[in-house]
């Protein structure tokens, strides 16, 4: 007997501490700078450091943990690079909230103070999302973890900004951002979200500056008018071809604006007439460029109304509105207001209203980095996975704007550029300038604003293996293998990064791009905290266990598809995890010793080629859906050997080989057998199930080191999909004993009743097969005897089947008493048929269709649906039933 036993019961929590501080404290998750092995990489997507698990992270680090596991199984070198991103507007809002709670803030602090307060706050409570990360198992390369604003990156970012500002590719200037009021910082598109909301269309009248009548311009920001430069009209809106006039007057500010005609204008909206606000609307703003109309800008950067608002000045953005709409109505010149809901801009941190404003802003011109990022997808230097995703990206792509990369705030990398007091020269430098070097004058200010977060994410792949230094970590793992991300970013920062690691190194940064969907409530629905359907990983994590969670995003990651998520589905998964478990001590009970590397296949038992074919069929399977991202098909194909398979069926089929003292040679063949399987069976889930394998794997006999550290079984030839003489002959008896026990199952036959069979067929190859196996029939389907001939004579008492080219005929007489199982099958069929009669009546009242939720209505109908299949099934058999109690 093996001196290492399992527990009786899976208990994840103790195992998976355990395990986690192993592989960590051996160094198992180490990637090599350069030893000749093949490279695999990824980088991880940087979780902002005042993050929390969530599971978008648990989707994302799954899949991206089981690539790892994986390649290392396959002796590859894997480098597997965390961090964290610094967060900028999410990370100051923190430690602000906490300096408001003392009854502080950042002004009275000073800047280089609240940095300090930054970081304090990052070394105390910055890593509690990787905490988090490696209670998921991920088994990065925690040694060489990185953080945006460390100073290899710090040191990066300056390089890339000052590269780009030489090149002409950075650049100043006026235009329109978003806007938060109340982080007084400009936002990235990702940092706003749109909620739509009621709100309304009011129609103004704008008269002509000469003659009677007007324009009738229709708005949801009526605010903003005080800024309005122009009115445009389509060219070919047949409503404005012969106007009297062009120019109208701009109501309340009482100034002359043009009248302008251009084809961005949508006829359909409101009235055709468009109010034109270069400094409050990302387009007008592009409209103003076009007619060189002046911007005016009546919203200050704190919500409140400027002084170009004249009378308004001062008034909150909202009021005002309210206000402007009063004295329109009050002239005459509001001519509607009806409800409009429209999708409005919130800052993704403080929900604050989002102001679309006219700032001084800094600025990537992309389009020259575009062009190369757009190329390297279209030739196949990165492909994206699903390729459905690429069209997405060139839409972006083929359609990009200028990125504004300034934000007006201080946690961040801060802008190198310089200010000359005396002659006003901007000096842009890696170090600190002493001088202007245009006057020679020492007042230098350098520029308050930082860097987008985004910005240094776009470095990530380089500048987190030493770039600008060309170390040999770079040598060895640029470009990295894979990105694992989710959608919303391919634009934000996969775009970017392919932008700035094409730009930099010359290269494309990752070979493919694995795009994952999204993680929804088993009903389909996002999962949001407003609506209550968030699941917590932790939790789920906490009564599941790791590798039941873990293995439950991984079945359910098909690509383009989103996961629909239940604590139902992760506990049949746990249900999983303990079936190997079981079937792992079981194994054990048998397994005194480790085998050599002897060839198993040798054994001449079927059960034991059989399972060996299986296993190594299984195998290829798994690895080519790794190989191809499809990491619900490789969990599949697991699952179904593990549980369908080796436990199922071979550990059965086994049994007599194992317990039999008499045949000592059979005995150690299927030991022989067992335990290879078992041990590859182990290392095939691993990457799905890292703890609980790790767990038997110590318990195995012949077992050495970590599992981490085993090579990938060997798979079936590619393409060969014959199947093996075993494969096609266990096919045939698992037929035969599942007809045989369907049998039991109908007709109501107690597991322990030694059933009489015959199996006939009229194909003399088909009877030799059941007759050489019948004593493994005999063995699963628990049966006195198996008989074995030609098409015959037929018992008027055996229930049949058809399997194949057999014909089963099960022998029912004096194993059932017929006139009590008739009598037992009309009494469930009467409380059916009562069950069927009230979901009817219900499916049939027009009230509960209208008035229950969806969700009801369709599990009512399934249950419908169930109880119909049942009661037809329950009909057939009374039916057969009768008819032997006839003739018996």
């Known amino acids: 007997m093996s001196s290492k036993v399992l527990d009786k019961g899976y208990e994840p929590r103790q195992v998976e501490r355990h395990w986690y501080a192993f592989w960590e404290r051996e160094g198992h998750f180490a990637a090599a700078d350069s030893d000749g092995r093949p490279a695999f990489s990824i980088v991880i997507p940087p979780p902002n450091v005042t993050g929390v698990l969530h599971m978008g992270h648990a989707l994302n680090n799954t899949l991206q943990d089981i690539l790892c596991r994986y390649h290392r199984l396959k002796g590859h070198n894997v480098l597997w690079m965390p961090g964290t991103d610094h967060a900028g507007i999410a990370t100051q809002n923190v430690v602000e909230r906490q300096l408001a709670a003392e009854g502080r803030d950042r002004h009275s602090l000073g800047r280089e103070k609240f940095i300090e307060a930054v970081w304090q706050w990052r070394e105390k409570s910055g890593s509690a999302i990787i905490n988090q990360l490696k209670r998921l198992g991920a088994s990065c390369d925690w040694q060489r973890e990185r953080f945006t604003m460390d100073e290899g990156l710090s040191l990066a970012v300056r390089t890339v900004f000052v590269q780009l500002y030489e090149q002409g590719l950075i ?22 979200e749109h909620e739509e909301l009621d709100g309304h269309l009011y129609r103004i009248r704008y008269p002509f500056a000469r003659g009677e009548g007007g324009l009738v311009v229709a708005t949801t920001r009526p605010e903003t008018m005080l800024g309005d430069t122009a009115v445009a009209v389509h060219p070919e809106d047949e409503r404005y071809a012969d106007l009297p006039a062009d120019s109208v007057i701009l109501p309340l500010v009482e100034t002359e604006i043009p009248i302008i005609r251009d084809t961005y204008v949508d006829r359909a909206f409101g009235t055709g007439a468009l109010k034109v606000t270069p400094a409050h609307d990302p387009n007008d703003f592009e409209l103003g460029r076009r007619h060189d109309l002046p911007s005016n800008k009546v919203i200050a950067d704190d919500g409140t109304m400027t002084p170009a608002a004249g009378r308004f000045q001062g008034m909150d953005r909202f009021a005002c509105r309210e206000a402007v709409v009063a004295a329109l109505r009050e002239r005459g010149l509001l001519l509607g207001m009806e409800p409009h809901k429209h999708g409005v801009g ?11 404003n006219l700032s001084r802003q800094w600025f990537v011109k992309v389009k020259p980095l575009a062009e190369p990022a757009i190329r390297a997808v279209e030739n196949g230097d990165t492909r994206i996975i699903p390729e459905s995703w690429a069209k997405t990206y060139f839409d972006w792509m083929y359609n990009i704007k200028d990125w504004c990369i300034s934000r ?84 934000f920062w996969v775009a970017r990064m392919m932008m700035m690691g094409l730009h930099f190194m010359g290269e494309v940064p990752f070979r493919d791009v694995y795009v994952h969907a999204l993680v929804r409530d088993e009903e389909g629905k996002k999962m949001s905290k407003s609506k209550g359907n968030v699941i917590d990983p932790l939790d789920v994590i906490d009564t599941y266990g790791t590798d039941a969670f873990r293995y439950t995003l991984a079945a359910f990651a098909a690509q383009g598809r989103d996961v629909r998520l239940s604590e139902k589905r992760v506990e049949g998964y746990r249900h999983f995890i303990n079936k190997l478990w079981n079937a792992a001590r079981f194994a054990l009970m048998h397994l005194e010793r480790g085998y050599d590397a002897g060839d198993p296949a040798a054994a001449p038992a079927l059960p034991d080629r059989w399972i060996l074919a299986r296993l190594r069929r299984t195998v290829a399977q798994v690895a080519e859906a790794l190989d191809t991202y499809k990491f619900n098909e490789a969990a599949g194909a697991a699952y179904q050997f593990v549980w369908h398979e080796f436990c199922d069926w071979y550990l059965e089929a086994a049994k007599p080989a194992l317990y039999g003292e008499d045949a000592p040679e059979a005995r150690e063949a299927s030991r022989r057998v067992l335990w290879h399987v078992l041990r590859d069976t182990l290392v095939l889930l691993h990457p799905f199930a890292p703890f609980v394998t790790e767990e038997i794997w110590d318990k195995l ?48 036959i107690a597991p322990a009743a030694q059933l009489h069979v015959t199996v006939q067929s009229a194909d003399e190859a088909v009877r030799a097969v059941v007759a050489q196996r019948r004593a493994i029939v005999i063995n699963l389907a628990r049966l006195a005897d198996v008989t074995v001939g030609a098409p015959g004579e037929r018992s008027a ?27 037992r099958l009309e009494k469930e069929l009467g409380k059916l ?14 009230s509960f269709l209208e008035k229950a939720p969806p969700a009801v209505v369709a599990e009512v109908k399934e249950k419908q649906a169930l109880l119909s299949e049942k009661q037809d099934k329950l009909n057939a058999t009374l039916a057969r039933v009768t008819a032997f109690q006839r003739q018996g």
């Open 797 to 823: 008492t055996a229930a049949t089947a058809i399997v194949g080219d057999c014909e089963l005929l099960v022998e029912l007489k004096g194993v059932i008493d017929f006139a009590q199982e008739a009598q």
């Open 701 to 748: 006999p012949g077992t050495s080191g970590s599992i981490m550290q085993a090579a990938f079984p060997a798979a079936a030839d590619a393409g060969d999909d014959t199947p093996t003489e075993a494969e096609t002959q266990m096919a045939l008896v698992m037929s035969l004993v599942t007809a045989i026990r369907n049998v039991r199952g109908e007709m109501n």
């Open 346 to 356: 919130h800052c993704y941190r403080c929900k604050s209203v989002v102001e679309p």
């Open 171 to 192: 650049y100043r200037g006026l235009y329109i951002t978003n806007w938060c009021p109340r982080c007084r910082t400009a936002l990235s598109d990702l940092e706003v």
């Open 833 to 846: 048929n009562k069950d069927l009669s009230a979901i009817n009546k219900k499916l049939n009242n027009d």
């Open 408 to 491: 007006q705030i201080w946690w961040g990398h801060q802008i190198p550029a310089w200010t000359c007091g005396a002659c006003a020269q901007l000096t842009v430098a890696m170090e600190t300038p002493a001088r202007c070097p245009a006057c020679g004058g020492s007042d230098l200010t350098q520029e308050t604003d930082v860097l987008d977060t985004w910005f240094s994410s776009a470095l990530w792949p380089f500048s987190t293996m030493g770039w600008p230094e060309q170390t040999l970590l770079l040598k060895t793992f640029y470009p990295t293998s894979v990105l694992v991300t989710g959608f919303d970013i391919l634009f």
